[in-house]
């Protein structure tokens, strides 16, 4: 057990900065790293605006950035898997997957339930709004309009219909 996050099961090898905070019953696999300063040039790099709530499973190798203008934010019961990578200030909010090497550019907003495929990207400040599912290796960029509860894919993303659930 961690002793700075108690009731998590945190891999010893996870790099968690100061000052990120998080929930209870998360687990963190192996080599992720949390609340590192953000890429974004001519950013002061502090560290640790991290904010992850409870239930969620990041299975390592995943890469989560420190917010500068809010916290980063991950919701509850979110499952992020290997070399997933989510920017500065982004927003994930609950019921989240994101799949493995799936990159979210910084500012980025993710509603509820979204299902995010294998090595997708989500340009920065785009949003993914609530039930969308984006296919693997699609490319949501900033001329992208989504709409909640429908399936995208293809580079830049094309709008495949409803996502029924």
């Known amino acids: ?9 945190i891999h010893p090898t996870a790099i968690i900065y100061e000052g990120v905070e998080i929930g209870e019953e998360n687990i963190i696999g192996p080599y992720c790293i949390i609340g590192a300063a953000a890429e974004w040039k001519g950013h002061d790099k502090e560290s640790g605006r991290v904010y992850i709530g409870n239930g969620n499973v990041i299975t390592g190798l995943v890469t989560i950035d ?12 979110c499952y992020i898997m290997k070399h997933a990578h989510i920017g500065h ?4 909010h609950s019921h989240v997957t994101i799949s493995c090497g799936a990159k979210i550019g910084g500012h980025a907003l993710i509603g509820n339930e979204v299902n995010i495929g294998l090595n997708a990207v989500i340009h920065q400040k785009c949003e993914v709004p609530e039930g969308c599912m984006i ?6 960029g900033k001329k992208s ?6 399936k995208y894919a293809g580079v830049p993303v094309r709008d495949l219909g409803l996502n029924l659930r």
């Open 89 to 92: 200030d982004v927003i994930v």
């Open 145 to 150: 309009i989504l709409k909640r509860n429908h």
């Open 66 to 77: 420190s917010g500068v203008n809010h916290r980063t934010i991950i919701g509850n019961n």
């Open 135 to 140: 296919g693997a290796s699609a490319f949501v």
């Open 1 to 9: 057990m961690n002793q700075r996050f108690p009731n998590n099961d």
